[in-house]
T-cell receptor, first 114, second 115 residues
Framework: AQKITQTQPGMFVQEKEAVTLDCTYDTSDPSYGLFWYKQPSSGEMIFLIYQGSYDQQNATEGRYSLNFQKARKSANLVISASQLGDSAMYFCAMRDSGGFKTIFGAGTRLFVKA | DVKVTQSSRYLVKRTGEKVFLECVQDMDHENMFWYRQDPGLGLRLIYFSYDVKMKEKGDIPEGYSVSREKKERFSLILESASTNQTSMYLC??????????????FGNGTRLTVT
């Protein structure tokens, strides 16, 4: 069965520093997509970044990058130069090639300190 | 911009009531989803639909049903609400299936309290 594991319930980071949010996944499907979403306190879910299982390079979107290690089945989100507005819940998610389902991890709450 | 609109931000219902949660999207997406979000559990898929009148069970369908009579609208129904259905409910839509990079687009959520 597919599974997403986020082992950090909460993380603190100093403003302007980089932070890594961990995500490991489990699937037997050779083709899959990995997503990260941000949920601020307002509740909306915001798509941040995508990594395909066959992508040769790690995905980047502005201050967000994905440290994709396929053999270890990990897809960690790196946020560079943290800002106060980055304080939010972050979810790692996976969708396989066979279906419509996207499964989510339990999330990591990030606190950015001034 | 894709807009997914959930009809209520907050709902309070009594045990045993029939509850309807409505979701409308305006981007002609084929796929629509209902998730519930609980602390420490993340988002769990209740039901999804890939076409009008089509529905598929997700991971936790018990106690829920859905209706999709029009492409833009996907309703979640709690036939007889129970206190363990108190949760945040999130509706989402997406353009297509598979491993493409099409993300889910979410509504703002409905926080349901069953007393």
């Amino acid at each position: 069965a597919q599974k997403i594991t986020q082992t950090q319930p909460g993380m603190f980071v100093q403003e302007k520093e980089a932070v890594t949010l961990d995500c490991t996944y489990d699937t037997s499907d050779p083709s899959y997509g990995l997503f990260w979403y941000k949920q601020p306190s307002s509740g909306e879910m915001i798509f941040l970044i995508y990594q395909g299982s066959y992508d040769q390079q790690n995905a980047t979107e502005g201050r967000y990058s994905l440290n994709f290690q396929k053999a270890r089945k990990s897809a960690n989100l790196v946020i560079s130069a943290s800002q106060l507005g980055d304080s939010a819940m972050y979810f790692c998610a996976m969708r396989d090639s066979g279906g419509f389902k996207t499964i989510f991890g339990a999330g990591t709450r990030l606190f950015v300190k001034a | 911009d894709v807009k997914v609109t959930q009809s209520s931000r907050y709902l309070v219902k009594r045990t045993g009531e029939k509850v309807f949660l409505e979701c409308v999207q305006d981007m002609d997406h084929e796929n629509m989803f209902w998730y519930r979000q609980d602390p420490g559990l993340g988002l769990r898929l209740i039901y999804f639909s890939y076409d009008v009148k089509m529905k598929e069970k997700g991971d936790i369908p018990e106690g829920y049903s859905v209706s999709r009579e029009k492409k833009e609208r996907f309703s979640l129904i709690l036939e007889s609400a129970s206190t363990n259905q108190t949760s945040m409910y999130l509706c989402a839509s997406s353009f297509t299936q598979g491993i493409d990079n099409s993300p889910l687009h979410f509504g703002n959520g409905t926080r349901l309290t069953v007393t």
